[in-house]
């Protein structure tokens, strides 16, 4: 590799203009795509064949006007609404109804007076009920009393006709008829009165069913209204309303952009009308640029730190040209790539970082071997030669490395995870080709110009390293170094054992956003969980009878079982589809979508599932923004101890070819770790527990973004192979030059020392930037980057490295023979090639090419 790198560096050098126009070709290519192709970014995360996922696909099938993505809309008004600000809201949500893509929009005041109206309706009637029972009572009550006097009547003509009956033959026939006449009449109006009394009586039985019948649906309807308790769609205040959107089902939860943007565009109506409106995250996604003014801040810093390192403008530029460079063709080719894949807003961010942070430094690490061999004497081309094929040799190596590490993301079977690995993979690979084609180029164009003022005046000479420095304290400390690096780092990771994870919401946007703002008035107003209600899916081995009746007893009696459940506040019936075989809920949790006690509802809802689904012949399905974030972090999590085992044996095995030793991989992986661990621990004392939260802009801590750990690993490794290689492999060197073992960890650190310094320097200068991102979601992932390259490279790669193998000494570059012979011989840094040029640098740093080689230096021209 070395020496085809040697050549591709050397023709670069001798046809700079063409490769320069391939360059800009290429970047004009990329350009080009981005603006035809790119479709808007999404903050939504999904995971084709999840749970949440088939349930909202059982949904769709089902009842299709619920199973939409939904969004929210907060209208404030100062003073409280008046009627003509009512009817601007009404009118602006008329015209939301009528626009394609939108199946629903309540309107909060109508929704709301009909609420109020309904429960007035019930106290009415339950007021009405109680009369009726009243008079129904009072009915019976005269019933008895004229069954009473009835039966008293019939009493009297009972003992007349027998007294008649007794004294018939006594009396004149006169009487005698005249008396059954009597009787007779008696009889008759008893007869009536009977009648009249059993014709009330069957009213009163009528009545009383009928009174029983209503009391039975009054309590149905008390039911069905207890469920939704506490549920608002304008606030006590009066000053807040709150309006819910469904839209049409996509395949997903996300919303089409096109949609949104007019949903926002009619939005503008209000403007003067004394309304104000916000809208959820859901709707605005709030991603405005992948890049903002903070983030130039490490670029400038970074740009600082090349100046002093390399002395002119014009040498400290080129880095940054690179950087520039690769950035625009890898993030322009990711946005053209949005047209066949969906890809979150975080992606181009993190390969925005990655591909500055990987661009300035790998063409550094060439730049600074070419102006040392410049300034020892070396020919010019001949220096960007040899430079791209020694450095260029371990920046392709250390590249590659932390290409594996990112496209090895894909392993984890999460889509998005994968594509936001593949991206930021495909920028580190742009950056690796960029520094060993088109840094020699301009290498080439710059000529000696590239050593500054500074440079050109020791031009000709060259300072190898000494045995002093930072290396040296530490080797006559060791132990006092491992400890104070293991303590300071054991400290750091200490918030890391709270780690909780979750996706972002409204909660976690910037606080000036209408995203927040429509969530903390949501929160402030309806509560919490109104940001992110869950939908529950009842599928019925029955379907239910053709009534009304039925469906209403089916809905509150699973309803009601719903919201036994801890954690849930309310619950809400929405739909029954057109089969009567799916009954779909609404439930709203105690707490926001991020929030623990959300978790434990779902959860809670999971466990109780099966249970409340055998009691009402259902199969029950819970879906939704807030269940699939819920869902895709802990299938994260999940995949978090996979993808470290697949990471620390890449690293073992990578580090065995690299430095043929059994101990330094050991020692380099354990230090990685370290690394990951102090990282977490930061990420999760700023932006869980809340430390230095006026500082970092955390308004409102909350759960650490899901797949933040994965990400960090997958980089964090490939970063930490780059400062391991770079300087582990010059110890390795000056050992392999006859030094000893403690010598070599003090010449080779001071050999490679002072450019990965800078290296890491820039680094976390880059990635600091993103902390103050305007893209909430990029801030820890920076954070997290920046602080795990401090404690990599400064820590453990600088103090604790150094330190171990001073103490192990020669036992750090033990190899069994029979693994020495079958390990193939990686080459870095390009011993073999120097070898064969007659060049060597080491021990004293100088650069020489011995004569007697100069056939095998021309062979390699």
């Given at each position: 590799?070395?020496?085809?790198?040697?050549?591709?560096?050397?023709?670069?050098?001798?046809?700079?203009?063409?490769?320069?126009?391939?360059?800009?070709?290429v970047?004009?290519?990329?350009?080009?795509?981005?603006?035809?192709?790119?479709?808007p970014?999404?903050?939504?995360?999904?995971?084709?064949?999840?749970?949440?996922?088939a349930?909202?696909?059982?949904?769709?099938?089902?009842?299709?006007?619920?199973?939409?993505?939904?969004?929210?809309?907060?209208?404030t008004?100062?003073?409280?609404?008046?009627?003509?600000?009512?009817?601007?809201?009404?009118?602006?949500?008329?015209?939301?109804?009528e626009?394609?893509?939108?199946?629903?929009?309540?309107?909060?005041?109508?929704?709301?007076?009909?609420?109020?109206?309904?429960?007035?309706?019930?106290?009415?009637?339950?007021e009405?009920?109680?009369?009726?029972r009243?008079?129904?009572?009072?009915?019976?009550?005269?019933?008895?009393?004229?069954?009473?006097e009835?039966d008293?009547?019939?009493?009297?003509?009972?003992?007349?006709?027998?007294?008649?009956?007794?004294?018939r033959?006594?009396?004149p026939?006169e009487?005698v008829?005249?008396?059954?006449?009597?009787?007779?009449?008696?009889?008759?109006?008893l007869?009536?009165g009977?009648?009249?009394?059993?014709?009330?009586?069957?009213?009163?039985?009528?009545?009383?069913?009928?009174?029983?019948?209503?009391?039975?649906?009054?309590?149905?309807?008390?039911?069905?209204a207890?469920?939704?308790?506490?549920?608002q769609?304008?606030?006590?205040?009066?000053?807040?309303?709150?309006?819910?959107?469904?839209?049409?089902?996509?395949?997903?939860?996300?919303?089409?952009p096109?949609?949104?943007a007019?949903?926002?565009?009619?939005?503008?109506?209000?403007?003067?009308?004394?309304?104000?409106?916000?809208?959820?995250?859901?709707?605005?996604?709030?991603?405005s640029?992948?890049?903002?003014?903070?983030?130039?801040?490490g670029?400038?810093?970074?740009?600082?730190?090349?100046?002093?390192?390399?002395?002119?403008v014009l040498a400290?530029?080129?880095?940054?040209?690179?950087?520039?460079?690769?950035?625009?063709?890898?993030?322009?080719?990711?946005?053209?790539?949005?047209?066949?894949?969906?890809?979150?807003?975080?992606?181009?961010?993190?390969?925005?970082?990655?591909?500055?942070?990987?661009?300035?430094?790998?063409?550094?690490?060439l730049?600074?071997?070419?102006?040392?061999?410049?300034?020892?004497?070396?020919?010019?081309?001949?220096?960007?030669?040899?430079?791209?094929?020694?450095?260029?040799n371990?920046?392709?190596?250390?590249?590659?490395?932390?290409?594996?590490?990112?496209?090895?993301?894909?392993?984890?079977?999460?889509?998005?995870?994968?594509?936001?690995?593949?991206?930021?993979?495909?920028?580190?690979?742009?950056?690796?080709?960029?520094?060993?084609?088109l840094?020699?180029?301009?290498?080439?164009?710059?000529?000696?110009?590239?050593l500054?003022?500074k440079?050109?005046?020791?031009?000709?000479?060259?300072?190898?390293?000494k045995?002093?420095?930072?290396?040296?304290w530490?080797?006559?400390?060791?132990?006092?170094?491992?400890?104070?690096?293991?303590?300071?780092?054991?400290?750091?990771?200490?918030?890391?054992?709270?780690?909780?994870?979750?996706?972002?919401?409204?909660?976690?946007?910037?606080?000036?956003?209408?995203?927040?703002?429509?969530?903390?008035?949501?929160?402030?107003?309806?509560?919490?969980?109104?940001?992110g209600?869950?939908i529950?899916?009842a599928?019925?081995?029955?379907?239910?009878?053709?009534?009304?009746?039925?469906a209403?007893?089916a809905?509150?009696?699973?309803?009601?079982?719903?919201?036994?459940?801890?954690?849930?506040?309310?619950?809400?019936?929405?739909g029954v589809?057109?089969?009567?075989s799916?009954?779909?809920?609404?439930?709203?949790?105690?707490?926001?979508p991020?929030?623990?006690?959300?978790?434990?509802?779902?959860?809670n809802?999971?466990?109780s599932?099966?249970?409340?689904?055998?009691?009402?012949?259902?199969?029950?399905?819970?879906?939704g923004?807030?269940?699939?974030?819920?869902?895709?972090?802990?299938?994260?999590?999940?995949?978090?101890?996979?993808?470290?085992?697949v990471v620390?044996?890449?690293?073992?095995?990578?580090?065995?070819?690299?430095?043929?030793?059994?101990l330094?991989?050991?020692?380099?992986?354990?230090?990685?770790?370290?690394s990951?661990?102090?990282?977490?621990?930061?990420?999760?004392?700023t932006?869980?527990?809340?430390?230095?939260?006026s500082?970092?802009?955390?308004?409102?801590?909350?759960?650490?973004?899901?797949?933040?750990?994965?990400?960090?690993?997958?980089?964090?490794?490939?970063?930490?192979?780059?400062y391991?290689?770079?300087?582990v492999?010059?110890?390795?060197?000056?050992?392999?030059?006859?030094?000893?073992?403690?010598?070599?960890?003090?010449?080779?650190?001071?050999?490679?020392?002072?450019v990965?310094?800078?290296?890491?320097?820039?680094?976390?200068?880059?990635?600091?930037?993103?902390?103050?991102?305007?893209?909430?979601?990029?801030?820890?992932?920076?954070?997290?980057?920046?602080?795990?390259?401090?404690?990599?490279?400064?820590?453990?790669?600088?103090?604790?490295?150094?330190?171990?193998?001073?103490?192990?000494?020669?036992?750090?570059?033990?190899?069994?023979?029979?693994?020495?012979?079958?390990?193939?011989?990686?080459?870095?840094?390009?011993?073999?090639?120097?070898?064969?040029?007659?060049?060597?640098?080491?021990?004293?740093?100088?650069?020489?090419?011995m004569p007697?080689?100069?056939?095998?230096?021309?062979?390699?021209?």
């Amino acid at each position: 590799m070395a020496s085809v790198l040697h050549r591709l560096g050397r023709w670069c050098a001798n046809h700079p203009w063409r490769t320069i126009l391939a360059w800009v070709l290429v970047m004009v290519a990329a350009g080009t795509a981005a603006a035809a192709l790119m479709k808007p970014l999404s903050n939504e995360f999904s995971i084709p064949g999840s749970r949440f996922e088939a349930v909202l696909q059982d949904l769709e099938a089902a009842l299709p006007e619920a199973a939409g993505a939904s969004g929210s809309v907060v209208f404030t008004s100062e003073g409280g609404f008046s009627d003509d600000e009512e009817q601007a809201v009404a009118d602006l949500i008329a015209d939301w109804r009528e626009m394609d893509g939108v199946t629903a929009v309540t309107d909060p005041f109508q929704t709301q007076a009909e609420m109020d109206g309904s429960a007035d309706q019930i106290t009415q009637a339950r007021e009405q009920l109680q009369q009726g029972r009243t008079d129904l009572n009072a009915g019976w009550e005269e019933l008895r009393t004229g069954q009473s006097e009835l039966d008293a009547g019939w009493a009297q003509y009972e003992g007349g006709l027998a007294a008649l009956e007794e004294n018939r033959d006594g009396l004149p026939a006169e009487m005698v008829a005249d008396a059954e006449a009597q009787l007779a009449e008696a009889r008759e109006q008893l007869e009536a009165g009977q009648a009249e009394l059993d014709s009330g009586r069957q009213e009163l039985e009528a009545g009383a069913a009928e009174l029983d019948a209503g009391e039975a649906e009054l309590a149905l309807g008390e039911r069905m209204a207890n469920l939704s308790n506490g549920m608002q769609f304008v606030s006590d205040d009066g000053t807040v309303a709150l309006s819910q959107l469904q839209f049409d089902f996509g395949g997903g939860p996300s919303l089409d952009p096109d949609v949104t943007a007019q949903l926002q565009e009619l939005g503008g109506q209000l403007e003067g009308t004394g309304v104000t409106i916000d809208y959820s995250q859901s709707i605005v996604q709030d991603i405005s640029s992948v890049v903002g003014a903070t983030e130039a801040i490490g670029i400038a810093v970074a740009a600082i730190v090349l100046l002093i390192m390399l002395g002119g403008v014009l040498a400290a530029g080129l880095p940054l040209l690179m950087a520039m460079v690769g950035v625009g063709v890898g993030v322009g080719g990711a946005m053209a790539l949005t047209q066949f894949v969906d890809m979150n807003s975080a992606t181009p961010a993190l390969a925005l970082m990655l591909g500055l942070a990987v661009g300035i430094d790998y063409s550094l690490f060439l730049i600074n071997r070419h102006r040392t061999q410049l300034q020892a004497g070396m020919e010019l081309k001949a220096s960007i030669a040899l430079a791209t094929g020694t450095s260029g040799n371990a920046v392709v190596f250390a590249g590659m490395t932390v290409f594996i590490a990112l496209a090895a993301l894909v392993v984890t079977g999460i889509p998005f995870l994968g594509v936001m690995g593949l991206v930021a993979a495909g920028t580190v690979l742009v950056a690796v080709l960029l520094a060993i084609t088109l840094t020699p180029a301009l290498l080439s164009l710059m000529g000696t110009r590239v050593l500054g003022r500074k440079g050109l005046s020791r031009h000709g000479t060259a300072e190898g390293p000494k045995g002093r420095g930072w290396a040296a304290w530490v080797q006559g400390r060791p132990w006092a170094a491992v400890a104070a690096v293991l303590v300071i780092v054991g400290l750091m990771a200490i918030p890391a054992l709270d780690l909780r994870l979750g996706l972002p919401d409204g909660s976690s946007d910037p606080e000036d956003s209408t995203s927040y703002a429509a969530y903390d008035l949501t929160r402030e107003h309806f509560g919490a969980g109104a940001n992110g209600p869950i939908i529950a899916v009842a599928s019925l081995d029955d379907p239910l009878a053709d009534t009304e009746q039925a469906a209403m007893q089916a809905q509150v009696e699973l309803g009601e079982d719903l919201a036994n459940v801890p954690g849930a506040q309310s619950v809400v019936p929405i739909g029954v589809s057109d089969d009567r075989s799916t009954l779909v809920f609404q439930i709203v949790p105690e707490g926001g979508p991020a929030e623990q006690v959300t978790v434990d509802l779902v959860g809670n809802l999971d466990n109780s599932a099966e249970l409340i689904g055998a009691e009402h012949g259902a199969t029950l399905g819970f879906t939704g923004q807030t269940v699939a974030n819920i869902d895709i972090s802990e299938q994260l999590a999940q995949a978090l101890p996979v993808y470290l085992l697949v990471v620390v044996g890449l690293s073992l095995v990578l580090l065995l070819l690299v430095f043929r030793s059994l101990l330094v991989p050991l020692l380099a992986t354990g230090g990685f770790l370290l690394s990951i661990a102090a990282a977490f621990g930061a990420v999760v004392a700023t932006y869980q527990w809340g430390v230095g939260s006026s500082i970092f802009g955390v308004h409102e801590p909350g759960p650490i973004l899901s797949f933040l750990p994965i990400l960090l690993i997958g980089v964090l490794f490939g970063l930490a192979m780059d400062y391991q290689v770079f300087l582990v492999s010059a110890m390795r060197e000056a050992h392999v030059h006859g030094e000893d073992a403690r010598q070599a960890v003090v010449s080779g650190f001071n050999h490679s020392a002072r450019v990965v310094t800078a290296a890491a320097i820039i680094m976390i200068s880059v990635f600091g930037g993103f902390i103050f991102a305007h893209l909430a979601m990029v801030r820890p992932i920076g954070m997290g980057l920046a602080v795990g390259v401090l404690v990599d490279a400064f820590l453990v790669r600088m103090t604790l490295t150094p330190a171990v193998l001073s103490l192990l000494g020669e036992k750090a570059w033990y190899l069994p023979r029979w693994l020495d012979r079958i390990l193939p011989v990686m080459d870095v840094e390009g011993a073999k090639l120097e070898r064969q040029l007659g060049v060597d640098t080491y021990p004293d740093g100088d650069v020489d090419v011995m004569p007697d080689d100069a056939e095998a230096a021309a062979s390699l021209r």
